[in-house]
T-cell receptor
Framework: AQSVTQLDSQVPVFEEAPVELRCNYS??????LFWYVQYPNQGLQLLLK??????LVKGINGFEAEFNKSQTSFHLRKPSVHISDTAEYFC????????????FGAGTRLFVKA | SAVISQKPSRDICQRGTSLTIQCQVD?????MFWYRQQPGQSLTLIAT?????????ESGFVIDKFPISRPNLTFSTLTVSNMSPEDSSIYLC??????????FGPGTRLTVL
C-alpha cells in the first residue's frame, strides 16, 4: 500500500533560522510528490511538486525540496523562515489506481517564533 | 489553473440533520474529489466524482452517508447525512487538471452540535 509519513507533527523554529520538514513515502511504483501549505482557516496551496528530472525542486515562498529515491524521502527546506511561514504543511503523493488519487501525510505544523 | 468556490464556507448544524455542500469550478474538469479534514488531522479522501457516473467511495465512506452529485463538468455537491458530532470537520472539494496538478477549494467548516 502507498503511504506518506511526515516524521514531525510540530516544528518550532525561530525567525530567520533554517528549517527542514521531513517526509518519507512508500511506493512500489513511480509517484508524483508534492508539498502543500495550509494557512490558518484557509484551503490548501501547492508549494512545489516533483514529477521527474532534477531531484531538487524549487517552489514558491523560497521553499525547496529534494527527492531522494534511495531513501524514499522528499524533505522540504527553507534557508530562512519568516513569521508568515507559520502554517500546516502536508506532504502528498499521487498514485495511479486507474485514476489518479492523492494520499496525504498527517501534516507538520511549522511554528515560527520571533 | 482552476478557481474553486465552495458554499457554505461554514455552518453549524444540529445532530440528525443533513447539509449539502456545493463546489463550483471555473473551468470544465473531468475528475472532482471530496476530502474530509477532521480537527487537527490530515486530509482523507471521501470519494471521487466523475461526471456522468456514480461516485467512487473510499474505504470507510458510503453513499448513504455521503451522497454526491455531479450534474456537469463544473459542479458537484456533497451531502453529509444524518449528522453526528463526529462529522464535524472541514470538507474540501478538489479538482484534477492533468495527472500532476490538483487544486483545492477553500473548504467548508462544519460543526455538528
Amino acid at each position: 500500500a502507498q503511504s506518506v509519513t511526515q516524521l514531525d507533527s510540530q516544528v518550532p523554529v525561530f525567525e530567520e533560522a533554517p528549517v527542514e520538514l521531513r517526509c518519507n513515502y512508500s511506493s512500489s511504483v513511480s509517484v508524483y510528490l508534492f508539498w502543500y501549505v495550509q494557512y490558518p482557516n484557509q484551503g490548501l496551496q501547492l508549494l512545489l511538486k516533483y514529477l521527474s528530472g532534477s531531484t531538487l525542486v524549487k517552489g514558491i515562498n523560497g521553499f525547496e525540496a529534494e527527492f531522494n529515491k534511495s531513501q524514499t524521502s522528499f524533505h522540504l527546506r527553507k534557508p530562512s523562515v519568516h513569521i508568515s511561514d507559520t502554517a500546516e504543511y502536508f506532504c502528498a503523493v499521487i498514485i495511479n489506481t486507474g485514476g489518479f488519487k492523492t494520499i496525504f501525510g498527517a501534516g507538520t505544523r511549522l511554528f515560527v517564533k520571533a | 489553473s482552476a478557481v474553486i468556490s465552495q458554499k457554505p464556507s461554514r455552518d453549524i448544524c444540529q445532530r440528525g440533520t443533513s447539509l449539502t455542500i456545493q463546489c463550483q469550478v471555473d473551468s470544465q474538469v473531468t475528475m472532482m474529489f471530496w476530502y474530509r479534514q477532521q480537527p487537527g488531522q490530515s486530509l482523507t479522501l471521501i470519494a471521487t466524482a466523475n461526471q456522468g457516473s456514480e461516485a467512487t467511495y473510499e474505504s470507510g465512506f458510503v453513499i448513504d452517508k455521503f451522497p454526491i452529485s455531479r450534474p456537469n463538468l463544473t459542479f458537484s455537491t456533497l451531502t453529509v447525512s444524518n449528522m453526528s458530532p463526529e462529522d464535524s470537520s472541514i470538507y474540501l472539494c478538489s479538482v484534477e487538471q492533468g495527472a500532476d496538478t490538483q487544486y483545492f477549494g477553500p473548504g467548508t467548516r462544519l460543526t455538528v452540535l
